[in-house]
């Protein structure tokens, strides 16, 4: 049997593949057979059902004292563009997106080098406040580590004050690449891979689900996508506190990665989400990001293993400030249109993948 049969006949049998495997499937050029290797995995989990979410993204300040080389969007204080949203604006946004029908926040910023963990508090009860029915997913594994430096106090104390102010479950970001070889060229100051699956598992352990995102088409290589999702695989067999696995394709404008002008290609995106698909036994839910795959590849996506877009997002920075030409927002009937054209059945969800209702 040739290494692909092989392969294909463990998925057929609901066998876990290896990283040997998953390599060699992203160095063989059977896009499609992996593709329908990965329908098939998704088809078992998710059947025809794609779900969305209505949602609204919220960056409260662009000031990160990291500078990530990858980051366009990140400014150092006081330079052209840097900004932070007044309380007020950050509350409006929210109470904007629940009136039209948003079930969701999703905060994220740079690492600010003055705000203390009781502004980031606040932010939260003023929204809980100002727009009780928003869940709110907030913080990446960065953010809560900084948190924790600046208030000196333990991760644990940190999620327990944040969940405490409303925090209801936490995005995937800063995850890049998790190996360290990599991580030093592309984000030297951030934390380190360890340290970032060290806070997901203390998050999962004080019962907040996340998400999981890898950065790809940069400096990394095959192998290193490869090493990223074990390292996520081995973490969720111990915690199951993941939700969804979004690969998140580079967008190569304005950023100081001058080695990474590759990007990625449409064949690179979709064989990507197909490996994870097949190779992330353990998760439920693949999430094609429409913001950095534009709507033509995300639709495409869900005929390679891909159930979950995420979502409508409203107003986008960081990736368009790294170029993205996908829009700023989608509507919800343009989602539905773009899930219902793919053949596939929208499902609108809230954010802990509770069916809402089906279009
Ligand atoms: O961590 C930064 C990435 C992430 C670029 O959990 C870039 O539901 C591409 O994590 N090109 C933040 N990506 C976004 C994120 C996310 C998005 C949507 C949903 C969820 C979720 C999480 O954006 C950062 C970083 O990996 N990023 N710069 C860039 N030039
Ligand atoms: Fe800061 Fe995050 Fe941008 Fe890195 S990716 S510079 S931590 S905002």
Redesign the pocket.
Known sequence: MSTFETIAAKVRNNQRISSEEALALFESNELLAIGELAALVNDRKNGKSVFFNVNRHINPT?I?V???A??A??RTAGEEGAYTLALEDICRRAVEAEGEGATEVHIV???HPDLPLEYYEEVLRAIRAAAPSLHIKAF?A?EIEYFSRIAACSIERVLERLMAAGLGSMPG??AEILVEEVRNKI?PE?ISGKRWLEIIRQAHLAGLKTNATMLYGHLETFADRVAHMEMLRCLQDETGGFQAFIPLAFQTENSDLKLATRGTSGLDDLKTLAIARIFLDNFDHIKAYWVMLGEKIAQVSLAFGVNDLDGTVVEEKIGHDAGAVSPQSLTKEGIITLIRKAGKLPVERDTLYRPLRSF
């Open positions: 662009n990160c990291n500078r990530c990858f980051c969007f990140s910023g740079g690492l990446t960065v970001g800063g984000c951030k």
